[in-house]
Nanobody
Framework: QVTLVESGGGLVQAGDSLRLSCKAS????????MGWFRQAPAKDREYIGA????????HYADFVEGRFTISKDNDKNTVILQIDSLKSEDTAVYYC????????????????WGQGTQVTVSS
């Protein structure tokens, strides 16, 4: 059974940085693009960005403005979301997801999903 497990969320102060991890099991990430999404209360799930199967190509949503960085370690089967200069509006549940090979901005094109990790930013 394929699993994606996010970790690293928590309660932080505005302006802090946070590093979220997504560890894959029974899934070879060197063949999968990994996306990060988030969902705030009473809002739709939102695409943050993604990295392709090789780990060398990334894409980000416009709102990221350089504060979010995605990286992938295929040897460790792990993908990282680094968030800097956190704002209260970043409060959400953060999810990683996997799809075969190439990046997509559409959540419905991702096959495997983690359970999410809560990030709460206090101002």
């Amino acid at each position: 059974q394929v699993t994606l497990v996010e970790s690293g969320g928590g309660l932080v102060q505005a302006g802090d940085s946070l590093r979220l991890s997504c560890k894959a099991s029974r899934l070879t990430l060197s063949r999968y693009a990994m996306g990060w999404f988030r969902q705030a209360p009473a809002k739709d799930r939102e695409y943050i960005g993604a990295v392709d199967f090789s780990g060398t190509n990334t894409h980000y949503a416009d709102f990221v403005e350089g504060r979010f960085t995605i990286s992938k370690d295929n040897d460790k089967n792990t993908v990282i979301l680094q968030i800097d200069s956190l704002k209260s509006e970043d409060t959400a549940v953060y999810y990683c997801a996997a799809r075969y090979l190439v990046i997509s901005t559409n959540d419905y094109e991702y096959v495997y999903w983690g359970q999410g990790t809560q990030v709460t930013v206090s101002s």
